[in-house]
T-cell receptor, first 111, second 119 residues
Framework: QSVLTQPPSVSGAPGQRVTISCTGSSSDIGAGYDVHWYQQLPGTAPKLLIYGNNNRPSGVPDRFSGSKSGTSASLAITGLQADDEADYYC???????????FGGGTKVTVL | QITLKESGPTLVKPTQTLTLTCTFSGFSLRTSGVGVGWIRQPPGEALEWLADIDWNGEETYSPSLKRRLTITMDLSKNQVVLTMTDMDPVDTATFYCAYRRASHYFAHWGRGSLVSVTS
């Protein structure tokens, strides 16, 4: 069972906006540790999508954005496109158990 | 350009020890703040962080797997090695190594190495 909680799936029509939540606790996100997001396209390795809550690595479209508040974080995808179909994982750090922690992943489906 | 590549057996038997090697380029593990982590993903399941080693040689392990894991680095070969003892079929997974710089995120990942545990 993953430490961070994500919805198993979200879906939207092309062009729509979808959001993915990531809920942690007082020992990880709530302790002030940043949240990072990864995109995993089918059959490929995860790729860093958002780091430090709301920063995009070079090459990531500004359709992807992140936010964090309290013990939770969110990833938003605007202008949903067919090639956004992938699994998305949030990740943070747990200071109590001294571990990097991941969410259970969210599958995004473009209708 | 930072690249990482995992190598090791694709098949191991139950109770055996798994040894995986991550060979990297484009960065040095002598650089302050740099680390390399191992993450696994069972088929159809989520990512699970396993272990990390940093530029200072500091090792960190998943609490639930600590007794079975060892991570080491060979700076002369630009390699990080993960060993996992007492393998079980539930350990079947794709194992990834990833580059971490200063902060707590993994900026670059290898393509992964699928390891199946079966008798």
């Amino acid at each position: 069972q993953s430490v961070l909680t994500q919805p198993p799936s979200v879906s939207g029509a092309p062009g729509q906006r979808v959001t993915i939540s990531c809920t942690g606790s007082s020992s990880d996100i709530g302790a002030g540790y940043d949240v990072h997001w990864y995109q995993q396209l089918p059959g490929t390795a995860p790729k860093l999508l958002i780091y430090g809550n709301n920063n995009r690595p070079s090459g990531v479209p500004d359709r992807f954005s992140g936010s964090k508040s309290g013990t939770s974080a969110s990833l938003a995808i605007t202008g949903l496109q067919a090639d956004d179909e992938a699994d998305y994982y949030c990740q943070s750090y747990d200071s109590v158990v001294i571990s990097w922690v991941f969410g259970g992943g969210t599958k995004v489906t473009v209708l | 350009q930072i690249t990482l590549k995992e190598s090791g057996p694709t098949l191991v038997k139950p109770t055996q020890t798994l040894t995986l090697t991550c060979t990297f380029s484009g960065f040095s593990l002598r650089t302050s703040g740099v680390g390399v982590g191992w993450i696994r993903q069972p088929p159809g399941e989520a990512l699970e962080w396993l272990a990390d080693i940093d530029w200072n040689g500091e090792e960190t392990y998943s609490p639930s797997l600590k007794r079975r894991l060892t991570i080491t680095m060979d700076l002369s070969k630009n390699q990080v090695v993960l060993t996992m003892t007492d393998m079980d079929p539930v350990d079947t997974a794709t194992f990834y190594c990833a580059y971490r710089r200063a902060s707590h995120y993994f900026a670059h990942w290898g393509r992964g190495s699928l390891v199946s545990v079966t008798s």
